[in-house]
Each structure stands twice: as C-alpha cells, then as structure tokens.
Nanobody
C-alpha cells in the first residue's frame, strides 16, 4: 500500500525552528508535485507550500519568507523547514500531492508553538 509518513513535529518556542519530513513508501512520488498542508484545531485544512518535480516552489502568504519546502527524490522524501515560528503555526502538518488525494492523507505530525 502506497503511503506518506510525516515526522519531525514537536513543541517549540516562538521564534524557533523545526524541520518536517515526509517519507513516501513508493518511488512514484518522485514523479509528482507534492505539498505540505496543515490543520489547526477548529479550522479547515489549508495548503502551506508545494514543490514540483523540478523543484519549483510556491508558498501560502502566511509562511512566505519563513518556511522552505524541498525534496530529495533519491530518498523519496519531501521536507518543510520552518523558521521564525509563531503560535498561529500550531497545527497538525500533513503532506500529500499538490492536488491532494484522500487515499494519501497520513497521520500528520503535530507542531505546537508555545512559550
């Protein structure tokens, strides 16, 4: 079964940094554009960033200049480097295709920004 597994979340103080990883169980994901998403309590899931197979990136306005998405196709892994974190970044973070498929939503990884 093809799946995506997120990791790297945790508790961090405002202004801190975290690096999330999304490991794909199949190499087919290196041939598709990928995205990071997040869902805060009581809110709908929202797109954070996307990256094409060629490395072209796009970001939601609320993370521009603070987050960086990247991918390592040899490792079937997509990353999200998060800097200058603020409490509003608190959410469960997920990866999926840039046009998400229900079958690929994983457990996500919790990011909590709090002092």
């Amino acid at each position: 079964q093809v799946q995506l597994v997120e990791s790297g979340g945790g508790l961090v103080q405002p202004g801190g940094s975290l690096r999330l990883s999304c490991a794909a169980s199949s190499s087919i994901f290196r041939f598709v554009a990928m995205g990071w998403y997040r869902q805060a309590p009581g809110k709908q899931r929202e797109l954070v960033a996307t990256i094409t197979t060629g490395g072209i990136t796009n970001y939601a306005d609320f993370v521009k200049g603070r987050f960086t998405i990247s991918r390592d196709n040899a490792k079937n892994t997509v990353y999200l480097e998060m800097n200058s974190l603020i409490p509003e970044d608190t959410a469960v973070y997920y990866c999926n295709l840039d046009r998400p498929r229900d079958a690929y939503w994983g457990q996500g990884t919790q990011v909590t920004v709090s002092s």
